[in-house]
């Protein structure tokens, strides 16, 4: 966020009308728009120094692919939101992105208003699809979830104890509900449901919501 709480945006695409054109909606919306880059590396490096709340990225970039881009800047900082913009609503296209740490995946031909609502959304870790999209990650986090999980040396006896309410929270979260949809459900606020996620996230010594749903789904907590 920056001094005046306006949360801080980076724009990143190669067509310079398109990036301009978004970077003003934004601005005009009341996002700081601290950054904007028309390549890949040129992206990482006024990433690392803008430090952004989030990315908003394209994936078809020259110098170093959309995909390596967030891959880079979320393993450095994990707190960073990526917003996928991309013109391909290609499956694998979705998939890599949230492999490689993707917070949402919007298709650029939502209106001004569906992206404003996306950023602000991802802004605060809710992950924001198009739609149809959303169903295809769930499924793919399921497949995830059913192959074995790199070893850890620990047993899940030695897991973590989360309270109830960290529990009820993961469930849903597994279930592919939003944090607007998990408040709404458990009648509690937006900000609480955030507050629980990261502090499962801090206790499961996991870095993202991908992690944390195949963790859940792993436990079944996704069929209860």
Same mark, same amino acid.
């Given at each position: 966020m920056s001094?005046?709480?306006?949360?801080?945006?980076?724009?990143?695409?190669?067509?310079?009308?398109?990036?301009?054109?978004?970077?003003?909606?934004?601005?005009e919306a009341g996002f700081d728009v601290v950054a904007t880059a028309g390549d890949g590396e040129q992206a990482v490096r006024r990433a690392q120094a803008a430090s952004p709340d989030v990315l908003v990225l394209d994936l078809n970039l020259p110098a170093k692919p959309g995909v390596q881009v967030c891959k880079e800047l979320v393993g450095a900082d994990p707190r960073l939101r990526v917003?996928?913009?991309? =013109?391909?609503?290609?499956?694998?296209?979705? $998939?890599? =992105?949230v492999k490689s740490?993707?917070?949402?995946?919007? $298709?650029?031909?939502?209106?001004?208003?569906?992206?404003?609502?996306?950023?602000?959304?991802?802004?605060?870790g809710d992950p924001v699809f198009t739609p149809g999209l959303a169903g295809l990650v769930l499924g793919e986090y399921r497949r995830l979830a059913g192959e074995p999980a790199p070893a850890t040396g620990a047993d899940k006896s030695d897991a973590p104890r989360l309270t109830e309410r960290e529990t009820e929270v993961l469930r849903l979260v597994a279930k592919g509900l939003s944090y607007k949809q998990i408040a709404e459900r458990l009648v509690i606020?937006?900000?609480?449901?955030? /507050?629980?996620?990261?502090?499962?996230?801090?206790?499961?010594?996991?870095? /993202?919501?991908?992690?944390?749903?195949?963790?859940a789904i792993e436990r079944g907590l996704d069929d209860v």
């Open positions: 001094e005046h709480g306006q949360i801080k945006v980076m724009v990143v695409d190669d067509h310079p009308m398109w990036r301009d054109a978004v970077a003003r909606d934004l601005a917003l996928v913009l991309s =013109a391909s609503g290609e499956h694998a296209d979705v $998939l890599e =992105a740490g993707a917070t949402g995946y919007l $298709l650029k031909s939502a209106s001004t208003g569906e992206l404003i609502d996306a950023v602000r959304r991802t802004a605060v606020s937006h900000r609480t449901v955030q /507050n629980h996620v990261q502090n499962t996230l801090g206790k499961l010594q996991l870095h /993202n919501r991908v992690e944390l749903v195949r963790y």
